[in-house]
């Protein structure tokens, strides 16, 4: 597993400057990932009712993808598949798949931090989250977990499990921060 910098991480992405090689897997990977505005960005992704191969091949797929997009958290509604999963990476050695997450416990306790997105590239947002969360759900085999979360995975696990909302980190920012983003997306959305 390569050494990476904690303090690189905004959200569910690694600022981080890749060798050419690394940075030419991270284009292709980024390629697969949906891209905002796509309409599947904004769409509430269904509970996960079959725990199969098929299910099991996508949290696959979804981890290489979070591992070659330099990301740290990945939602399935952002690769066009509308079912409640995500994977994330809590520890430099862990990466987990989450089916039918919830948040069953979060602390009074906030933090603002600047978030980035794999689906929103190029742009950082200040989002306020829970300091400390408890999360249960499903692994990709069917079997019950829960973790708790804090630091960077706890803020990760709530921008994921806002994606299977259809939410965004720039519905969580603020109004100032939201439309400074916006403008800077809106050139590369005419060019689509
Ligand atoms: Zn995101």
Known sequence: ????????????VRDEVLDPEREARRRIALAQIRQYPDAALKMKARPVEDFDDELKSLAQRM????????GIGLAATQVGVLRRLFVFQPSEDEVLAVANPEIVERSEETDVADEGCLSIQGITVPVERALEVTIVGKDETGADVRYELDGYAARCVQHENDHLDGVLMIDRTTPEARRGALGALRPRIVLT
């Open 63 to 70: 981890k290489l993808l979070m591992h070659d997009a330099n």
């Open 1 to 12: 597993m390569d050494e990476h910098d904690e303090d690189a991480i905004e959200g569910e």
